[in-house]
T-cell receptor
Framework: NAGVMQNPRHLVRRRGQEARLRCSPMKGHSHVYWYRQLPEEGLKFMVYLQKENIIDESGMPKERFSAEFPKEGPSILRIQQVVRGDSAAYFC??????????????FGPGTRLTVT | DAKTTQPNSMESNEEEPVHLPCNHSTISGTDYIHWYRQLPSQGPEYVIHGLTSNVNNRMASLAIAEDRKSSTLILHRATLRDAAVYYCILKRDDKIIFGKGTRLHILP
């Protein structure tokens, strides 16, 4: 059973370009979460999605960042007009159910974004 | 979200048990106690979780105090591969709020 898959694993973008990060949840999981880890800092929640719905985006920066989880295909985290401060590791996680604290999340290997 | 307190770092010798403490004095009745770990250059990894009773799985054991204000993650026989940052988290809904965790060093 394949785990959470993320691609690309490494992404280099110049300032002002767009970055698209993809996440395929574990088989049978319909809930996806995105987290960001800045260099030498902790993990921060960004957004939680179900198929075709954003449930909680309280951790998303107000501008340039967006996320989607379409009916078919992977979840996408999109960063427009990247700046050097966006350089970080972006982790996706998935879970089978939600609604309470009793369900664990499974994380992907992350996408390491470097903005030059 | 209720807060957890963990030591910044701990050391243990290889092949010995490790007890990682966590205080969560403001825990509420609906908070589950979760532990995750993050190995160097990898994504976080689920370890174990519980509500009131002690829990065991193939990776570790979780001992929860009777008043639930503290818990201990137990690695029964540490290996070098267990060197990681261990996060104790109180989870009552969907998202995980990570703290700073405990950096565990394993000495060969």
């Amino acid at each position: 059973n394949a785990g959470v898959m993320q691609n690309p694993r490494h992404l280099v973008r110049r300032r002002g370009q767009e970055a698209r990060l993809r996440c395929s949840p574990m088989k049978g999981h319909s809930h996806v979460y995105w987290y960001r880890q800045l260099p030498e800092e902790g993990l921060k929640f960004m957004v939680y999605l179900q198929k075709e719905n954003i449930i909680d985006e309280s951790g998303m920066p107000k501008e340039r960042f967006s996320a989607e989880f379409p009916k078919e295909g992977p979840s996408i985290l999109r960063i427009q007009q990247v700046v050097r401060g966006d350089s970080a590791a972006y982790f996706c996680a998935s879970s089978i159910m939600t609604g309470t604290g009793s369900f664990e999340q499974y994380f992907g290997p992350g996408t390491r974004l470097t903005v030059t | 979200d209720a807060k957890t307190t963990q030591p910044n770092s701990m050391e243990s010798n290889e092949e010995e048990p490790v007890h990682l403490p966590c205080n969560h004095s403001t825990i509420s009745g609906t908070d589950y106690i979760h532990w995750y770990r993050q190995l160097p250059s990898q994504g976080p990894e689920y370890v174990i979780h519980g509500l009131t009773s002690n829990v065991n799985n193939r990776m570790a054991s979780l001992a929860i105090a009777e008043d639930r204000k503290s818990s201990t993650l137990i690695l029964h026989r540490a290996t070098l591969r267990d060197a990681a940052v261990y996060y104790c988290i109180l989870k009552r809904d969907d998202k995980i709020i990570f703290g700073k965790g405990t950096r565990l060093h394993i000495l060969p």
